[in-house]
Nanobody, 120 residues
């Protein structure tokens, strides 16, 4: 019923920038928090940034000052602006959202993931 679709991943050189987008669609009544997670090869998935509906943000220490999360509630979309990228940022990035429908309580939904590769 609910689908999250990411876009914007790709290959970038060290120091470059990428902007990820994630749009939620389907049987949506309320979207609470949205966020981005990532998983690098051989590592566990980790939180990158979150943004609740009120607009406050939370960042992993590793990306503070470089990444910016934002959202457009009218478009059910969350963004991740990534600047000054380094090879350590290489990972599959996953969109996450906590969403309530008329028939279900709040549930945690995930996008399919988008690959971000930062070359030296």
């Amino acid at each position: 019923q609910v689908q999250l679709v990411e876009s914007g991943g790709g290959l970038v050189q060290t120091g470059g920038s990428l902007r990820l987008s994630c749009t939620a669609s389907g049987n949506i009544f309320v979207i609470n928090a949205m966020g981005w997670y990532r998983q690098a090869p051989g590592k566990e998935r980790e939180l990158v940034a979150t943004i609740p509906s009120g607009g406050n943000t939370n960042y992993a220490d590793s990306v503070k000052g470089r990444f910016t999360i934002s959202r457009d509630n009218a478009k059910n979309t969350v963004y991740l602006q990534m600047n000054r990228l380094s090879p350590e940022d290489t990972a599959v990035y996953y969109c996450n959202a906590v969403i309530r429908s008329n028939f279900l309580g709040f549930r945690n939904y995930w996008g399919q993931g988008t690959q971000v590769t930062v070359s030296s």
